[in-house]
C-alpha cells in the first residue's frame, strides 16, 4: 500500500488537529498517510512551498496563504479559479484546488441548516474563508458582507458579486451570521471589532445578534468561542467550524486518491472520528 506524504502550511499551524484527521480519514478510505505541519513566515513561504512540491504527493493551504500559493500553481479547479484562493494542492502538475466550499456547504447540511431566497446572512470577513462562504451562500439568500480592509472588499466583490458589500454596519436583523475573521483563534482573543460609523468601531456583540436563528464562527479552538457565546446570551444557535474543518479535509484526501467523495460517506466517517474514544 502506498503511504501518501502530506502536508499542511500555514503562519501558525504547529496545535493544528489536521494531521490527527487526515490520517484518520485516509484509513477508513483504504489507505495511508504521512502528515506534517510547518508554520511558516512570509519571508520562509516562497522557498518552503518550492520544496514541498517535490517532497509531498500534496499538501493544505491555510491562512494568511491561500492566495499567496496561486503564482506556484500551473492549473486551478472551477471553484479555485472562482474563489482565487486554494487549500488544497497537488504537486503533480501543481494544481490547486479548493475544499473549503465543499466543506462548509457540508457543514450546513450536516447542522440542517438550509439557506432560502428570503433568508438573510451577514458574512464578516472576505478572505480566502470568506470567499468560500460568499461564493456558497449568494445562489440560495440574500447576502451582505462586512470586511474592514475596503480593497479587500472590492476585490471579493469584483470576483464574486451577488452580495451587498459593506464598510460599516448598523443594527439590522439577520437571520443566519457567519464569522470568518479568525478573530478568536491562536494569539487572537475576543471577538471581532466593527466599523458602525466613519469614526466608531464596536465589538460585535449583543444587538448585533438580535433577531439571528443561527451563528457559526468557523474556528474551531476554542470550541465555544467568544463570537459564538454572545450569540448564544441573545439565544441564538452557535456553530462551530470543526465540521468544516473535518468535511474540507475528506475532499482533499478524495483529490490526493483520485476518488469521488459523497456527504453520505464524509458524515458517517466524521460521525466516527467525533465519537472515537
Partial sequence: MKKYHLALVGENVSSSPSPRIHQFIM??????????????????????????????????????YKRSILPFLKRLDKTASALSSVNTVKSCGRVGFNTDQGGFTWLLQSEHIAPFPAMRVLVLGAGGAGRSVIHALTPHARVFVYEKDPLRLQAAFSDLGGFTPLQALTRESYDLIVNCTGVGMHASQGLPRVRTSENAEETFEGTFFSGCDTAIDLIYDPASSAFLNAAKAVSARGVNGMKMLFFQAYLADCIYLEREGSFAEANEIQRQFETQP
Fill in 27 to 64: 484509513q477508513a478510505l483504504g489507505a495511508a498517510c504521512s502528515y506534517e505541519t510547518l508554520s511558516l513566515s512570509a519571508a520562509e513561504f516562497p522557498r518552503r512551498v518550492e520544496e514541498l512540491f517535490s517532497s509531498c504527493d500534496g499538501f493544505n493551504v491555510t491562512m494568511p
